[in-house]
Structure formats: structure tokens, C-alpha cells
Nanobody, 121 residues
Framework: QVQLVESGGGLVQSGGSLKLSCTTS????????MGWYRQAPGKQREFVAT???????NYLVSVKGRFTVSKDNAKNTVYLDMTSLSPEDTGVYYC???????????????WGEGTQVTVSS
């Protein structure tokens, strides 16, 4: 079975930095995409960043210039380097990975259990 395990969450002061890691296992093939979502208390889960097998990236507008998503294919790991953090960045961060839809298969997506990021003022 495919597993995604996040690490690196914690408490950080406003303006500080934090780096999240997500290690994947159990996949017979490389993922087409890997990325991050987050969910603030009382709010819906939202997209944060993604990185494709091509190396292309996408970001939530509010994190552009502050967050950097990267991956290490040899380690099957995706990272989220967060800087200039603010209380608005507080939430549970979820790692995700999967394969795009094709003519033969629907989109496949897997999720980690999440890691808490708390930014204090």
C-alpha cells in the first residue's frame, strides 16, 4: 500500500522559517505529481503547492515568494520550505501525491495524515 509520511511541523514565531518533508513508499511507479495542502482551524482544506515530474511548480498566490516546493526523486521525498511565516499560515499541512488521469485510468491521489504548523505572533 502507498504511504505518505510528513515530518517537520511544529511551532514557529511569526517571520520564522520551517521546512516540511514528506517521504513516500509503496508505489511501484514514480508519482506524476507531489505537493501540499493545508487546513486552518474552521476552514476548508486548500491547495498550497505542487511539483510535477517535469519539475514545474504551482503555488497558492499568498505563498508565492515565501514557500518553495522541491523533491528528491532518489529519496521519494517532497519538501516544502516555508519562510516569512505568519499566523495566517497556521494549520495542518497535508502531503499529497499521485498520477494524472489518462485515457486508461482515472486520476489517482494519495494523502498523508498531516502535520501541524503553528505560527505564533
Amino acid at each position: 500500500q502507498v504511504q505518505l509520511v510528513e515530518s517537520g511541523g511544529g511551532l514557529v514565531q511569526s517571520g520564522g522559517s520551517l521546512k516540511l518533508s514528506c517521504t513516500t513508499s509503496g508505489s511501484a511507479f514514480s508519482f506524476n505529481f507531489m505537493g501540499w495542502y493545508r487546513q486552518a482551524p474552521g476552514k476548508q482544506r486548500e491547495f498550497v503547492a505542487t511539483i510535477w515530474d517535469t519539475g514545474d511548480t504551482n503555488y497558492l498566490v499568498s505563498v508565492k515568494g515565501r514557500f518553495t516546493v522541491s523533491k528528491d526523486n532518489a529519496k521519494n521525498t517532497v519538501y516544502l520550505d516555508m519562510t516569512s511565516l505568519s499566523p495566517e499560515d497556521t494549520g495542518v499541512y497535508y502531503c499529497t501525491a499521485g498520477m494524472r488521469a489518462t485515457a486508461f485510468q482515472p486520476k489517482t491521489q494519495y494523502w498523508g495524515e498531516g502535520t501541524q504548523v503553528t505560527v505564533s505572533s
